[in-house]
């Protein structure tokens, strides 16, 4: 196993910009992709014309669609495919691991029927390895652009942490740490499900002021949930948490946004997911936290809002309403007595 050789699982665009960082930090990058034209087209080309057009990619970069190929001797692999793909495509790779391999999930979404994480999937699937996510406000298209941009490691062991610090910082590209896995890779999926509640807002007019309020208790929501599962609520406070809700529930460049646009425009959920051709997890991931919420009796009107208008054909405009329900007393939810309410 090697710690100079490193693999990323999923051609999307954000498996792209992982590659390419790790490849101009002096790393040879095994880069799986599922369509094995597209990844013969790539290794001529230098480039991911399907999902990062323009975006010249590294030559220590060298794609396949062959999965021993792709891990094998790799010390560091990044699993950056969609929540519904994940388990099966680590059980796909599992077979071709070396012993102590370092897996990272950049996957931010919850699997169905089972409401695991990607992490505690790479746990259950390869109890040998060790385990981080990583997370935060990563726009694929202004990484591609070496824009400025923070993310978060996050695992409970320090040699994971760092590892993913050395392959990936960069001048532009800031890596923080963090041992919340749990909270962090939490945060990342649950942001999915405001920022489609955003975009229906500012489908429907709504100003500044509405996506702030909209922002700050999508938060509170999040930590309440976060807390209850387990999570530290102030792990929302960081990059993967109130970092990646602001910028996914303020931009057309979110996926999960420009789900809640069309619908916000009267545009059907399937012709909306149709036409914007890549996953988008937010859809999914409403249905599984509402279902987890009534279980757990965690008061979540936003979610629960936008389920009524995915699952339920419920009115659009309620969504705003559902800003304005009766909320804890405190503006700050956990920095004093919780049991302070509004009757």
């Known amino acids: 196993m090697s710690t100079s050789k490193i693999s990323v699982i999923g051609g999307g665009s954000f498996g792209t910009v992982i590659a390419n960082i790790s490849a101009e930090n002096g790393y040879d990058v095994n880069f799986w992709m ?13 480039e991911n014309s399907q999902y990062l057009p323009d975006y010249q990619l590294n030559e220590r970069i060298f ?13 560091l692999i990044f699993v950056a495919v969609p929540s519904s793909s994940f388990r099966q495509v680590v059980r796909d790779m599992v077979p071709h691991l070396a012993e ?5 999930s950049t996957t931010k979404g919850i ?24 997370s935060g406000p990563n726009l ?12 978060v490691i996050a695992s409970p062991d320090e040699q994971v942490r760092e590892l993913v610090k050395s392959a990936l910082k960069s001048k532009y590209f800031r890596v923080y740490a963090n041992n919340d896995m749990f909270g962090v890779e939490l945060g990342g999926s649950l942001k999915n499900i405001y920022a489609i509640i955003a975009g229906i807002a ?12 909209l922002v700050t208790r999508a938060l509170t929501e999040m930590a309440r949930f976060g807390k209850e599962l387990g999570a530290d609520p102030m792990t929302f406070l960081g990059l993967a948490g109130v970092g990646d809700l602001i910028v996914t529930c303020s931009t057309p460049l979110s996926r999960n946004y420009r789900i809640g646009l069309a619908l916000g425009k009267g545009v059907p959920l399937e012709k909306a997911i149709a036409e914007l051709g890549q996953v988008a997890e937010g859809v999914n991931t409403v249905k599984l936290v509402q ?9 979540m009107p936003l979610a629960s809002g936008l389920y009524k208008i995915i699952y339920e054909n419920d009115s659009l405009e309620n969504i705003i309403s559902s800003l304005m329900l009766s909320e804890l007393a405190l503006d700050v939810e956990f920095a004093a007595n919780e049991d302070k309410t509004l009757d």
Do not use: W
């Open 291 to 299: 279902e987890k919420a009534e279980e757990l009796a965690v008061y």
């Open 140 to 151: 694929a298209v202004e990484i591609a652009k070496k824009d400025l941009t923070g993310t």
């Open 34 to 46: 599922r369509n094995k034209s597209q990844a013969e087209q790539l290794n001529s080309t230098r």
């Open 202 to 213: 500012t489908a429907l007019g709504m100003g500044h002021n509405t996506n702030s309020m």
């Open 111 to 134: 699997e169905s029927g089972s409401f695991d994480l990607m992490t505690q999937i790479l746990h259950q699937e390869a109890p040998n390895a060790k385990v981080g996510v990583l």
């Open 100 to 104: 102590n391999t370092v897996l990272v």
């Open 63 to 75: 794609a396949t669609s062959n999965m021993a190929a792709a891990v094998n001797d790799c010390g």
